[in-house]
């Protein structure tokens, strides 16, 4: 066993060491070559996905009916379940209230996405590269910081001064929130 390794170990080193880059791990164009607006497999099934969720959620919203059929039953059961099992539970419902749209998003959007890894001719997660966690975390840490200043705005109201820098940047914001209460 010690044999082979060392043997391995020495092929290895003869050949050179080949270290992955950033292409290894994106596939190939498929449209728009050498353009900005190039699309390759994963955006492709970002954007398959997408119109498939858009369609689904458009179609049985506009077929809507007071008593749901099978199809209308599923997709409100989705929402319910969203709504109901996963923002009022952990945020209760006065203050989920607000962050039902956000969260059944990210929801649907995550779900849809992964779905697309086992659906035969996708084989791959329209999550696969680094960027929708990225724009999902930038939308994510956008709300947290607006809910942070609707909270700091009504304590500093009811507790001591207003905030000076009110509608200017956030680091001025934060230096008056931190500073005046």
């Known amino acids: 066993m010690v044999g082979s390794l060392s043997a391995g ?4 080193d003869e050949a050179g060491a080949h270290l992955p880059s950033v292409d290894d791990f994106l596939p190939p164009e498929i449209l728009f070559q050498g353009t900005p ?6 955006i492709l099934i970002r954007i398959v996905a997408t119109i498939v969720l858009l369609v689904v959620l458009g179609v049985t919203a506009k077929r809507a009916k007071l008593i749901p059929g099978r199809w209308q039953g599923v997709v409100e059961y989705g ?3 969203v709504r109901d099992k996963v923002v009022y539970d952990v945020m209760g419902e006065a203050r989920g209230k607000r962050y039902v749209p956000m969260i059944t998003t990210l929801f649907f959007t995550i779900f849809i996405f992964n779905l697309c890894g086992i659906i035969p001719g996708m084989n791959m997660a329209a999550n696969a590269t680094v960027v929708m966690p990225l724009v999902f975390a930038v939308w994510t840490l956008i709300q947290y910081w607006i809910a942070a200043r609707r909270a700091s705005a009504t304590i500093c109201a009811t507790s001591c ?4 820098c009110r509608g200017r940047s956030i680091s001025c914001w934060l230096r008056s929130t931190c500073l005046s209460c």
């Open 79 to 81: 929402l319910d379940f």
């Open 9 to 12: 170990l020495l092929l290895a």
């Open 161 to 164: 001064s207003p905030p000076v």
């Open 37 to 42: 607006f190039a699309i390759n497999r994963i």
